[in-house]
């Protein structure tokens, strides 16, 4: 029944080239046969394109598998090392308390960012962040700049804020992360920027799903010791005694240098973690995503060629039954 079915299919289409006007048989044959490639040809163009298309989707989906293992790897390295880091910066917290809402002239806020991009949208809320600072800590009578570390930050905040950039640095992760290297940086940045507070801006480390957008503040030793005359939580510093011939201007100096480059430290490698594990949730999105889109793909593709298929079925039995006729 199914090639009964075919067959008058076949008789169906084929009744139309019966026609009472007469044709030139050459030009007939010439128009058949050039519509006849142009079919054949479509056809196998689309599946052609839609092979190479699934071909491409797989190739990506390959690399985006390789890109989560990658980061993972270098998460577990990571992570140990911020956690251990965060021994440094909380004594000076519990010393020196971190008073994000004090009152300067200088401010100098420190972006962190990656220097690489597929990690999701931890450089663009740092971004955002450090022009909110910018904005709330701007005046007439302040001054504020940035200390840029990444460049994908560098990128973004060269757009509109190319003249409040006091320092970049980029390519600091090409090496594993020590505290040697951040504290030569540290030094750095502090030989070059006048300041009254450093406000460091990076993305604390929680899950591989989850970071938490942070602010770590340090003032410059005259703001510490102007704070701890006025009282409050800094106040309690008169109550430690100073041993040695260092004066107390001479100790605050030193204590302000260490814990910005601590800080510094914790705040860098928990960017670090906080990139691989957005970059491991961004690949491990983008394989499920090309996954479903490769599925997508093969039905498509099957589709297109079971039409062609069963096109070419009907034309072989049309021109059988026209033969028979």
């Not at 190479?52 to 980061?71: L, P």
């Not at 021994?87 to 000076?92: H, T």
């Not at 100790?251 to 800080?263: A, D, G, K, P, Y």
Request: aromatic share 4%; hydrophobic share 40%.
């Amino acid at each position: 029944m199914a090639m009964a079915a075919l067959r008058r299919e076949g008789r169906r289409m084929a009744a139309p080239l019966i026609t009472p006007h007469p044709i030139n048989p050459l030009r007939s044959s010439l128009a058949s046969s050039d519509r006849e490639h142009t079919l054949l040809g479509v056809r196998s163009i689309s599946t052609q394109v839609v092979r190479n298309r699934m071909k491409s989707v797989r190739n990506i989906q390959k690399i985006t598998k390789a890109m989560k293992m990658v980061a993972a790897s270098k998460l577990r390295a990571i992570q140990t090392k911020a956690e251990n880091s965060r021994g440094l910066w909380q004594p000076f917290t519990a010393l020196l308390g971190d008073t994000p809402s004090v009152d300067v002239k200088k401010n100098v806020i420190v972006t962190i960012s990656s220097d690489k991009g597929l990690c999701g949208g931890i450089n663009s809320t740092s971004v955002k962040i450090s022009r909110g600072l910018h904005k709330l800590n701007a005046g007439p009578e302040k001054e504020c700049k940035y200390v840029i570390l990444g460049e994908k930050a560098k990128a973004q905040l060269v757009r509109d804020s190319k003249k409040d950039i006091e320092l970049a640095f980029t390519e600091l992760q090409k090496n594993p992360l020590n505290y040697t290297q951040v504290a030569v940086l540290a030094d750095d940045i502090l030989k070059n920027v006048e300041y009254d507070a450093l406000r460091i801006v990076f993305n604390k480390f929680q899950s591989v799903v989850a970071f938490v957008p942070t602010t770590s503040t340090v003032l410059s030793p005259e703001v510490v010791e102007r704070e701890a005359e006025a009282g409050g939580k800094l106040g309690e510093l008169d109550s430690y005694e100073i041993e040695g011939g260092e004066t107390k201007s001479e100790v605050l100096q030193n204590l302000t240098e260490f814990q910005f480059s601590c800080v510094m430290f914790n705040a860098m490698l928990e960017n670090a973690c906080s990139e691989q594990g957005a970059r491991m949730s961004a690949m491990d999105s983008s394989s499920r995503n090309a996954g479903d889109m490769l599925d997508r793909l093969t039905l498509t593709y099957n589709r297109t060629r079971q039409a062609s298929i069963t096109t070419e079925l009907i034309e072989i039995i049309s021109g059988a039954s026209a033969l028979e006729g």
